[in-house]
């Protein structure tokens, strides 16, 4: 078997990892990178292998840093399955056409910064294609990707939809078990089931997104959010939320949920501004099955857990303009979660130099990025070309990340009842790697193998 990460290598965007297997070549999520627009275009568009060539494609979710080079890949030339949990196929069907808006966008600014034509990396058409290739398959169900070579989704607990990929297969006349973990969720987190515990693989690729640092305890993730809103709307100003239109948006809004239920914060105006969003959230009623048991009692106590007194979810450009002239304290919480496009942009040019008002961070920031900028407290950032002072309060609550923090990334590598020959780390900023190759290799792991693009790794038993 040979694996090679072609995204997500050293850092944390483009997730892509191909499976050499028997003669067969199966790649592990197809994601989009992300980050600065001229380098993550022109690495986007730099396939290292011939998308013609591969059997088969499995998808562990639907974050577009996961699945947003899809439309790309069938564009060049790719005519097999793309295997994914159902949850996910629906994200994917309204996150992909989002992606290719953005692309749009994306390429009209490089074409006006070098004065010609740049083809957007793919469109709806691509899409709608792409789609056609979706097969779905539920947790626990044991599949054929390849001849031989089966695959099961186990949930991984991080987004809806979410799954680590089990991988088995034979080789040299012996049965073999290899592990994606894909994100990994953390445990008692609202909305989903834990992520699956795994006890047995020869080989484990793992995320390291969080693998220098913990979380703040979940169980203080609504007492801070409330402490947010209430110290910002007692100065009169506004709660600004970048936040993830997948999981993130929907964890914010049910938090909030819970806190109006308990009479903790007061009933003011909520704003969910991103069509994105909306779309997403449609679909997470169509999927309870994925939600833990908290989440269903919440249902049953309040009703529809993403329904506030005062919310409006907000879908065309007039609603969102409308949201600039109220003077009264309120609540916006708008994509992208890393501040990089989308309406969170236009909410924060109208709000970053009010001290009133609070920007409070939910999710991770990936280096440069508009979002590690506020999280860093720049005192100048640049929106649409402008420099502005930023004057906001500033709050991280990392609290509500969905994924997995040191410890936990830790104790799943260590409940291996026979431990992995290797352990490959991906999906993670090099401090973030280093730090926990360390810490794997302190509670005796095997070999851990920090995985660099483009640099195959063959495992020959």
């Known amino acids: 078997m040979k694996i090679t990460s072609f995204g997500a290598a050293g850092n944390v965007t483009g ?12 790649l592990l999520d197809c994601g989009l990178f992300q980050g600065s627009r001229e380098k993550a275009d022109r690495k986007n568009r730099e396939y290292l292998f011939d998308p013609s060539t591969l059997d088969a494609v499995v998808l562990s979710h639907a974050h577009i840093d996961h699945s947003g080079v899809l ?73 054929e990707v390849a001849p031989d070579i089966y695959v099961t989704f186990h949930d991984a607990g991080h987004v809806l939809g979410s799954a680590m990929i089990e991988v088995e297969f034979r080789e040299k006349n012996r049965d073999r078990r290899f592990i994606f973990s894909g994100d990994i969720g953390r445990k008692n987190m609202p909305l989903l089931e834990d992520p699956w515990e795994p006890d047995d693989a020869d080989i484990v690729m793992m995320e390291s997104t969080y693998g220098d640092r913990d979380h703040d305890p979940i169980e203080t993730n609504e007492e801070k959010l409330a402490e947010v809103v209430l110290r910002t709307v007692n100065r009169g100003g506004k709660v600004i939320i970048p936040s993830f239109a997948l999981e993130r948006a929907q964890e914010v809004v049910y938090a909030l949920k819970r806190l109006e239920m308990a009479g903790t914060i007061p009933e003011i105006p909520v704003f969910v501004d991103s069509p994105l969003t909306v779309n997403i959230t449609e679909i997470f009623r169509y999927h309870t099955a994925c939600f833990d048991e908290e989440f269903r009692e919440t249902m049953r106590e309040g009703g529809d857990p993403f329904l506030l007194k005062r919310i409006e979810y907000i879908r065309n450009m007039d609603d969102s303009l409308r949201i600039n002239s109220i003077k009264e304290p309120c609540i916006i919480i708008s994509a992208s979660g890393m501040c990089e496009v989308g309406r969170i942009l236009h909410h924060l040019r109208n709000n970053c130099e009010n001290p009133k008002n609070t920007i409070v961070i939910v999710g991770f920031q990936a280096q440069n990025t508009l979002g590690r900028r506020i999280v860093e407290r720049q005192p100048e950032i640049k929106i649409f070309g402008v420099k502005r002072p930023l004057r906001a309060e500033v709050k991280t609550l990392n609290g509500f990340s969905a994924h997995a923090g040191r410890e936990e990334l830790l104790a799943f590598a260590g409940r291996f009842k026979r431990r992995p020959k290797n352990i490959l780390l991906v999906h993670g900023e090099n401090k973030a790697l280093r730090a926990l190759k360390s810490g794997l290799e302190e509670q005796d792991a095997r070999g851990v193998t920090i995985m660099r693009e483009a640099q195959p790794r063959r495992f020959d038993w």
């Open 15 to 26: 997730s892509k990892h191909l499976l050499e297997i028997n003669g067969y070549r199966i």
């Open 71 to 143: 439309p790309l890949l069938i564009k060049q030339g790719y005519q097999g399955d793309i295997f994914s949990t159902p949850a996910t196929h629906d994200l994917c069907s309204v996150m992909l056409l989002d992606s290719a808006f953005i692309q749009k966008r994306d390429a009209e600014w490089l074409q006006k910064k070098h004065r010609s034509f740049i083809a957007p990396l793919y469109n709806d058409t691509h899409v709608y294609k792409t789609m056609q290739h979706f097969v779905t398959h539920a947790y626990e169900k044991r599949f």
